[in-house]
């Protein structure tokens, strides 16, 4: 009887060592940490204590920047509140009739050791005004994105939105060359972004999107957890 109560206690102590295994399993696959992937991204995302940092870099890095967003996981570890600040600089030049803007606007890169995302810029005056005191300012616009500008001696500031999210700027500071023929800008984008994960831990989905409802210059971020082999 002694004999089949200790085989009994060592059974009852497999099953609670297996359970507490599968538990910890259960756990770690539904945890923030790992490659999660959507249609347009590859993200890593890496937790350190109470911080979580998403790093995204694009399939198709002609058409898309790097992403990286910094946040935390929630009470209930079923959401992920993130802060996404991306900062830049764009080089700009004025064409000689002053109607229209061309130059190149960097993205800074989520990984220091890589280089600088660069895409093109252009823009057309929005009116024919020009400000003899100040050619810079005034309303820029290329297909849906309005840029305003404000310049004041050689200090210009401003900022671009999606012309139906007037909420939603960037901003954009800096100065105008000796010639006045060129300006150079920095420019900053913050915007909180936060997911919400499903049942099963293998999507992470962005709330602003959820309802199938995307605001219009949105970078909808769906990601799903990729298993490792």
């Not at 770690?28 to 249609?39: R, V």
């Amino acid at each position: 009887m002694k004999y089949t109560r200790m085989i009994g206690l060592v059974l009852a102590g497999i099953l609670l060592l297996i359970g507490t295994t599968m538990a910890d399993n259960d756990t770690a696959e539904k945890g923030f940490s790992g490659i999660w992937t959507d249609a347009n991204y590859t993200f890593t995302i890496v937790q350190e204590g109470s911080e979580i940092t998403l790093t995204g870099v694009p399939f198709d890095k002609e058409s898309f920047f790097p992403v990286k967003l910094k946040g935390m996981a929630s009470d209930n570890k079923t959401r992920l509140i993130t802060f996404k600040n991306m900062t830049g600089t764009m080089e700009i030049q004025m064409s000689d009739d002053k109607m229209e803007l061309s130059g190149l606007q960097t993205f800074d890169p989520v990984v220091p050791t890589e280089q600088p995302f660069v895409m093109t810029y252009n823009s057309t005056r929005n009116g024919s005004e020009v400000q003899t005191d100040a050619i810079w300012s005034g309303e820029w616009i290329v297909d849906n994105i309005v840029m305003t500008l404000f310049q004041a001696g050689k200090e210009v500031s401003g900022f671009f939105n999606v012309i139906t999210e007037p909420d939603s700027k960037v901003y954009l500071k800096g100065f105008v060359s000796d010639d006045g023929r060129n300006i150079s800008l920095n420019w900053t984008f913050a915007e909180y972004v936060n997911f919400t994960m499903s049942d099963d831990g293998m999507h992470l989905i962005d709330e602003a999107c959820r309802n199938q409802v995307i605001p219009e210059g949105h970078l909808c971020l769906n990601l799903q957890k990729q298993v490792m082999e």
